[in-house]
Nanobody
């Protein structure tokens, strides 16, 4: 099982980015029932849960991003997404996707998001 995250980059404050996380090596029925999460870690800070989505589509967000970020999933493509709008400099971090598959937590390689003018 592998998770591959991409979509990070440099963006100005107020801008938007969409992160994508693709799963491979997992059968559809397992992916479709897996909780998905996005985490981030800024330099010198602890890893933070940013957004989560259950297999049923329920979502939860960190207070710092609620109303600005959206998490979604495309089960047919075995992908999860994090749409980030109204980005702020404090959103700068390495973002990682996480999925609970086959009873274990799998992590994607992080993607850097830098919000700066």
């Amino acid at each position: 099982v592998q998770l591959q995250a991409c979509g990070g980059g440099l963006v100005q404050p107020g801008g938007s980015l969409r992160l994508s996380c693709a799963a491979s090596g997992v059968i559809s029925s397992v992916f479709n029932n897996a909780p998905m999460r996005w985490y981030r870690q800024a330099p010198g800070k602890q890893r933070e849960l940013v957004a989560a989505m259950t297999s049923g589509g329920s979502t939860n967000f960190a207070d710092s991003v609620r109303g600005r970020f959206t998490i979604s999933r495309d089960n047919a493509r075995k992908r999860m997404y994090l749409q980030m709008n109204s980005l702020k400099p404090e959103d700068t971090a390495v973002y990682c996707c996480n999925a609970h598959l086959y009873g274990e937590h799998y992590w994607g390689k992080g993607t850097q998001v830098t919000v700066s003018s």
